[in-house]
Antibody
Framework: QVQLVQSGADVKKPGASVKVSCKAS????????INWVRQAPGQGLEWMGW????????KYAQKVQGRITMTTDTSTSTAHMELRSLRSDDTAVYYC?????????????WGQGTLVTVSS | NFMLTQPHSVSESPGKTVTISCTRS????????VQWYQQRPGSSPTTVIY?????ASGVPDRFSGSIDSSSNSAALTISGLKTEDEADYFC?????????FGGGTKLTVL
């Protein structure tokens, strides 16, 4: 069965960087894209970007453009999301979500989420 | 960029039918697929409906999705409500450069 297993919770100081990983199993990793979505405490869902596991093409949300980098490692079927220059309003649960096909901007399976807390 | 507007909350009794709306602010609702995600408290979202009206794997046929071009909106209908359906529901769509989520609707089954 499809599984997306994310790295554990992290606490960072303002200005630092965080890298969240998402290990996929149960499907052909290179055949589908991975999206990243975050959810601030008590708030709704916010899309951060998409990466193709096939060729590494990316799209980033305008709000985080310049501070975010998404990568994939096909040898380990793992996607990574790095967010830099962290601010307090980056505190959120970060989810990876598998696209329904490579370039799909909608999702069929989600990871369990990674809480990132930004606090001095 | 467009927005997707959902009611903040809806409530209905077990066994009844409820419909949650999702209205697109600009551009046609039919121009890009609409998805619906369910999120129970403390859990990650799960996919309920994709491509307007296709049920995700394992989703019971009590759940259905539709779009209405006349009102430029999508709808999630849940029939035969069960207490386990109590959750937040988010609609989602996209354009060439962006993915947009609705603000979410809290469904209470009482």
């Amino acid at each position: 069965q499809v599984q997306l297993v994310q790295s554990g919770a992290d606490v960072k100081k303002p200005g630092a960087s965080v890298k969240v990983s998402c290990k996929a199993s149960g499907y052909s990793f290179i055949s589908y894209g991975i999206n990243w979505v975050r959810q601030a405490p008590g708030q709704g869902l916010e899309w951060m970007g998409w990466i193709s596991a096939f060729n590494g093409n990316r799209k980033y949300a305008q709000k985080v453009q310049g501070r975010i980098t998404m990568t994939t490692d096909t040898s380990t079927s793992t996607a990574h999301m790095e967010l830099r220059s962290l601010r307090s309003d980056d505190t959120a649960v970060y989810y990876c979500a598998k696209g329904t096909f490579d370039q799909a901007l909608y999702f069929d399976y989600w990871g369990q989420g990674t809480l990132v807390t930004v606090s001095s | 960029n467009f927005m997707l507007t959902q009611p903040h909350s809806v409530s209905e009794s077990p066994g009844k039918t409820v419909t949650i709306s999702c209205t697109r602010s600009s551009g046609s609702i039919a121009s890009n697929y609409v998805q619906w995600y369910q999120q129970r408290p403390g859990s990650s979202p799960t996919t309920v409906i994709y491509e307007d009206n296709h049920r995700a794997s394992g989703v019971p046929d009590r759940f259905s999705g539709s779009i209405d071009s006349s009102s430029n909106s999508a709808a999630l209908t849940i029939s035969g409500l069960k207490t386990e359906d109590e959750a937040d529901y988010f609609c989602q769509s996209y354009d060439n450069t962006n993915v947009v989520f609705g603000g979410g609707t809290k469904l209470t089954v009482l």
